[in-house]
T-cell receptor, first 114, second 118 residues
């Protein structure tokens, strides 16, 4: 069965420090990988995606993500966290052969302290 | 212009009632979805339509009935509402993911409709 795991319910980091939000997946084939962010009482917003090629992909708001095929991981990173980055982050996967279903992880709440 | 808009934003209703949520997208996407987000923020796909054709129908009670009059609209009607239906319902749209043209099918979400069943 296809699944996405985000092992941490919450990540706490001080403003200015680097942050990492972890994601691993169990999906057949080579899926597209995504990160989405949800601010309170808002819909999810697309942050970045991995298609192919360079294992480090850059996205919106200074976020980047590192793809590791051998570990089937796609961790979200940012070199210097901002208080405004505090939100709920979702990792997601989608079949690249024409499928329609996007599978989401359970979400990780990021709290950045001033 | 809002890309994916859904109405109403809030619904508060009694058990047993029927309610509808409407969704419209102006992105020119062929595919639209309904997701349910529960109180623990877990996201679960309910339905998906591609060009007005139902393509995903997850294990959802048949009290839930989606309707897509055209590829820019996807509505959700819920009959005989139950307490457990209380959640936030998100509409989303995407291009179809596929090898051609590098389309990766990232989702564009509406702001959500918070349903509270009393």
């Amino acid at each position: 069965a296809q699944s996405v795991a985000q092992p941490e319910d919450q990540v706490n980091v001080a403003e200015g420090n680097p942050l990492t939000v972890k994601c691993t997946y169990s999906v057949s084939g080579n899926p597209y990988l995504f990160w989405y962010v949800q601010y309170p009482n808002r819909g999810l917003q697309f942050l970045l995606k991995y298609i192919t090629g360079d294992n480090l992909v850059k996205g919106s708001y200074g976020f980047e993500a590192e793809f590791n095929k051998s570990q089937t991981s796609f961790h979200l990173k940012k070199p210097s966290a901002l208080v405004s980055d505090s939100a709920l982050y979702f990792c997601a996967v989608r079949d690249r052969t024409g499928g329609f279903k996007t599978i989401f992880g359970a979400g990780t709440r990021l709290f950045v302290k001033a | 212009d809002t890309a994916v808009s859904q109405t109403p934003k809030y619904l508060v209703t009694q058990m047993g009632n029927d309610k509808s949520i409407k969704c419209e997208q102006n992105l020119g996407h062929d595919t639209m979805y309904w997701y349910k987000q529960d109180s623990k923020k877990f996201l679960k796909i309910m339905f998906s339509y591609n060009n007005k054709e139902l393509i995903i129908n997850e294990t959802v009670p048949n009290r839930f009935s989606p309707k897509s009059p055209d590829k820019a609209h996807l509505n959700l009607h819920i009959n005989s509402l139950e307490l457990g239906d209380s959640a936030v319902y998100f509409c989303a749209s995407s291009q179809k993911a596929g090898l051609a043209g590098g389309r990766t099918g990232e989702l564009f979400f509406g702001e959500g409709s918070r349903l509270t069943v009393l």
